[in-house]
Nanobody, 114 residues
Framework: QVTVVESGGGMVQAGDSLRLSCAAH??????IYWYRQAPGKEREFLAV????????RHTDSVKGRFTISKENAKNTVDLQINSLTPEGSAMYYC?????????WGQGTQVTVSS
């Protein structure tokens, strides 16, 4: 059974940091993505981790503030978010992929107050 579960969201103030975790189980996923979606906006790609070689890629708008990483002790793929702004308020989603199959979690809400 495949499960994809995000955690770590919450209500924070501008300038704070959060660490989101994605626990994806049931298959040997080849890539793990993080996205976010704010109300009334399209889902936005943030970062990706590639299992085969451990490489990562971040969208330009979050480089230097967001970091995706594999946490072996927890068996999760985390997204460290620093210097949050109110514009970062959104539902954050994890997406796990293998061989053309794509699995989404339910999301974790991040709300940033000014």
């Amino acid at each position: 059974q495949v499960t994809v579960v995000e955690s770590g969201g919450g209500m924070v103030q501008a300038g704070d940091s959060l660490r989101l975790s994605c626990a994806a189980h049931g298959r040997a996923f080849t890539t793990i993505y993080w996205y976010r979606q704010a109300p009334g906006k399209e889902r936005e790609f943030l970062a990706v981790w590639v299992r085969s070689n451990g490489t990562t890629r971040h969208t330009d708008s979050v480089k230097g503030r967001f970091t995706i990483s594999k946490e072996n002790a927890k068996n999760t793929v985390d997204l460290q978010i620093n210097s949050l702004t109110p514009e970062g308020s959104a539902m954050y989603y994890c997406n796990a992929r293998i061989l053309g199959a794509s699995y989404w979690g339910q999301g974790t809400q991040v709300t940033v107050s000014s």
